[in-house]
């Protein structure tokens, strides 16, 4: 059964995924995501922040897992938030935390690794998440 959820939560959240590969070494991979909302912000029920949150950790676990993430990836993992309105950096921070939580246990690494260096980026435009890890040189 939860084999199920896996692939229905993938095929929810990965639209499009990308990797590239030099000499047979993986240096990038990037997928898109649905839209984060700031949960700063947001007036909702705990048990609804919850489950949304968790929804988001999930989903992005599986789209990197399909996306081809490598298990001990060390690099830079840069969010892309495309939206209508920006949002200021904590907010955006906090809105990406799940979608972080879920890359970093899909590649085997606490998010906190001094081996993996997290950015965040904001485009006008509609609205949606991507994401894209690059190997260090």
Same mark, same amino acid.
């Given at each position: 059964m939860k084999d199920l959820r896996a692939v229905e939560i993938a095929s929810e959240y990965v639209v499009t995924c990308h990797s590239s590969e030099i000499n047979g070494r993986l240096v990038h991979v990037s997928f898109l995501l649905p839209p984060v909302k700031s949960a700063a912000n947001l007036r909702e029920h705990w048990r609804a922040r919850s489950k949304r949150i968790k929804a988001e950790r999930d989903g992005a676990f599986y789209a990197a897992l399909q996306a081809g993430a490598p298990k001990?990836?060390? $690099?830079?993992? !840069?969010?892309?938030?495309?939206?209508? #309105?920006?949002?200021?950096?904590?907010? %955006?921070?906090?809105?990406?935390?799940?979608?972080?939580?879920?890359?970093?246990?899909?590649?085997?690494?606490?998010? $906190?690794?001094? !081996?993996?260096?997290?950015?965040?980026? #904001?485009?006008?435009?509609?609205?949606? %998440?991507?994401?894209?890890?690059?190997?260090?040189?």
């Open positions: 001990g990836f060390s $690099g830079t993992i !840069t969010f892309t938030r495309y939206g209508w #309105q920006e949002m200021d950096d904590d907010n %955006l921070r906090s809105a990406c935390k799940g979608v972080r939580d879920g890359i970093a246990k899909a590649i085997g690494v606490d998010d $906190g690794s001094k !081996t993996l260096k997290w950015q965040y980026e #904001q485009v006008h435009g509609k609205p949606a %998440l991507i994401v894209k890890m690059e190997v260090n040189p």
